[in-house]
């Protein structure tokens, strides 16, 4: 990609570090790159997946800057998929959890980010996921079970981001999650059936920013990976490994990897499933279908020379009971 001529920043003033000193920073920092740029400010739920089916008609930015928390970019992403040609999506973290721009640029410092991404832009054409029974799209991925349980508690939750989440969780432990009777297929093979704690499909290696989920997951590969967790593993054991992948490893986890995943919950009652950090309320629902979508979203990241402090974050251990891999 040629250095950008324009740049739209749109700005989610709701979101978890929202501060007007940054999005002035921000806007500077663009001006002296070169690029035109203008700034949008999301007003509601909704909002920023409208300003972004905006911007990919005629005269529309070569770059669209999320400047918000996760839900923002999935927003955007959202109102920019499926345009041919659309602006390059460029995530800064504006969030709490900011799981996608550490899944992009580690734990960069967003100054230098912004800088890179304009002066030297790297383009990669990341999969996305297809949820069949609510014909909605997910980018970093969806989860059943304890994670899922925990999104509407951490909302509530007085503290903020990575942290509130996490509190979440440990919640949900001291009051007695129930393991749900649950069967996963990849590709129409199964590879797990029984008592089920969660079962993770990435999409991104990162969920609330802070546990790797899914520490193999490559955004650009054409494959789902899924980790489901039985009981095997006790549970605070379970988020203890989960910080740095090394779950995968343990008794009781088993990991794969396709194109097609289906979650289901076999005891007949509804499944509860949440996919980029919105939970479904989709009534009596015992189970859901994820395709892959190759290729499906032009975002700037970081390019060869920085894929070796990112690739740092990942895991070096190989997961012993990888199922099933289509390539």
Known sequence: MSVPKSVLLVVNPAAG???????????????????AVDLLLTRHPGHARALARAATGPGGPDVLVSLGGDGTAHELMTGLAGSPGHPALLVLPGGSGNSLYRELWSDRPWQSVLETALSAPHVRQVDLIRVAETRGTALLGASTGLAAQTL???RGNAARGRDRYEK??????RTGFPPYPGRVTVDGAEVHSGDTVCANVGGGRYRAGRFMACPHSVLDDGLLDVCVAGTALP??????????????????????RGRRVVLERTDGRPLLFEYDGDLVRSGDATRYTLDVVPRALRVLAAGASHRAEISQDRTH???????????
């Open 17 to 35: 570090s929202h501060s007007a000193d940054v999005t002035a920073e921000a806007l500077r920092l663009v001006r002296e790159a070169g690029p």
């Open 152 to 154: 509407n508690p951490a």
């Open 168 to 173: 979440a969780l440990l919640d949900a432990l």
């Open 235 to 256: 549970t605070p054991e379970l988020l203890r490994l989960a910080r740095e992948g090394h779950h995968v490893v343990r008794e009781g986890v088993v990991y794969a």
């Open 317 to 327: 251990e190989t997961p012993r009971k990888a199922s099933t891999q289509i390539t």
